[in-house]
């Protein structure tokens, strides 16, 4: 039986997996207020991750989890690139910026996938790539309210800035044969290779595990916990593949461009943080960047892949 897509169950599936995603930012945050850092955050959410898909994927494909050895080396790079520098950079963003400008920061990513298409790869891009270049970086100028005073921290700039250029690697690496695999068994080596790579920088057996059991803004922090590896994780990145069956990738990409506005509107409600209108509009030229850039890219040939910018893993 032929499989129809449905534009309007893809739509759904993607705004409820930015939603999902744009709460996890506040909720990390909270999170690492209770004296967790961004590596030991970053391991615990993929440890947990880990486990959740490893154990989706040997009830519902288990041969999917059959891994060659020509594999190896870019699942490696795609999950130290995606699911460890990314997030652990985002976690540092935002503890440092408010939630909204550090996603903003690494929403940027498309711009440089594009801008690499063109100039590394002598792929052919419309003309409206340099509109969407010139608009992000206006964006970022008003966002970062360059006019003045420098307000925003540069640890966290530069964190943020960071993980957009990691963001970018990732998305990449999902264009080189690495998405050959599918999604489940994918995203669950993702993550496992991200909770190694945490156990090293921040052995998970150092961690106090009696930081859960404390609350914060009257919740449990281990409630917390279970929401960064079962909301902000799982169940997003499930939505999102399951979205990839009814939209096209690019499409899938620029609806998930919410997920900032939602972030910035949780942020605001529960840890109130706000920006002020120049850091609005900034975002929004950053937003709208972003779009033109995300379709300037022309379809490649069929013996090239074009990178699937289907969201951020943070």
Known sequence: MTHQPRPATGVAMVLAGSALFAVNGTVSKLAAGTGIDAPQLTTLRA??????????????????????????????AYGLAGFFFVPMLYFVGIGRLPVGISL????????????????????????????????????LACVAEIW????????????????????????????????????????????????????????????????????????????????????????????LAG??????????????MSEPVIATAVAWLVLHEHLNVAQICGGALILAGVALAETARVKPQPAQREPEIVGAPN
């Open 104 to 139: 903003l920061f690494e929403y940027t990513a498309p711009v440089l996938v594009a801008l690499w298409a063109r100039f590394v790869q002598g792929h052919a891009v419309r003309p409206r790539l340099w509109a969407g270049l010139a608009a992000s970086l206006a964006g």
């Open 243 to 256: 979205a990839m069956r009814h939209l096209p990738p690019t499409s899938v990409g620029i609806i998930g």
């Open 47 to 76: 440890g947990g991750a880990a486990l959740g898909l490893f154990a989706l994927a040997l009830v519902f494909r288990p041969a999917g989890l059959r891994v060659g050895r020509r594999e190896v080396p870019m699942l490696v």
């Open 148 to 239: 003045g005073e420098l307000r925003l921290d540069a640890v966290g700039v530069a964190a943020a800035l960071g993980a957009a250029v990691l963001l970018a690697v990732y998305y990449l690496l999902s264009a080189h044969g690495v998405t050959n695999r599918d999604t489940l068994s994918l995203t669950a080596y993702a993550f496992g290779v991200s909770a190694l790579a945490g156990s090293v920088v921040r052995p998970w057996w150092e961690f106090d595990f009696a930081r859960t059991t404390v609350t914060t803004h009257g919740v449990p922090v281990w409630l917390l916990l279970a929401y960064v590896v079962i909301g902000g994780s799982i169940a997003p990145y499930l939505l």
